[in-house]
């Protein structure tokens, strides 16, 4: 670990620090192995414990998983950030899987979002212009 040289009444002695744990130390001099105990304060760590409160539990309604109820309508979502350039579908047309529904500009690059699935758009949420952040819903088809 670490290495000295301490001379004493003339006599020089080569010491070896092998491992410091709490107030035991073990070491050598000149090649003879010691475990010494040192009459010292350990120091503690100046920084501050963390204590966080206790959650409450939750109550019966808001443990609940509450179901949407256009569940059988598939959201299709911003794929990243970015703002709505073109929109090509409106309420009630019928789309088919690949169809471009909106182009927007994410990353200085238009983007193009795809129907996944086949059906009618039922809910358009976004109009040219808006920005949207990831994943945020843009459309849904029934």
Excluded: W
């Excluded at 899987?97 to 358009?124: F, H, R, S, W, Y």
């Amino acid at each position: 670990m670490k290495n000295y040289k301490f001379t004493i009444g003339g006599s020089i002695y080569d010491v070896e620090i092998l491992s410091f744990e709490g107030k035991n130390i073990k070491l050598e001099v000149n090649g003879t192995p010691y475990s010494v105990a040192v009459d010292r304060e350990v120091k503690t760590s100046k920084t501050p414990v963390l204590v966080r409160t206790s959650v409450p539990e939750p109550t019966r309604s808001e443990s609940k998983i509450k179901k949407n109820i256009s569940s059988s309508a598939t959201p299709v979502k911003s794929p990243l950030p970015g703002t709505i350039l073109y929109v090509f579908v409106n309420v009630g047309d019928e789309v088919k899987v690949g169809q471009k529904l909106i182009c927007m500009e994410a990353m200085k690059m238009e983007n193009n979002v795809l129907a996944e699935k086949e059906g009618k758009v039922t809910v358009v949420k976004v109009k040219v212009g808006d920005s949207v952040l990831q994943n945020d819903h843009l459309l849904e088809i029934l």
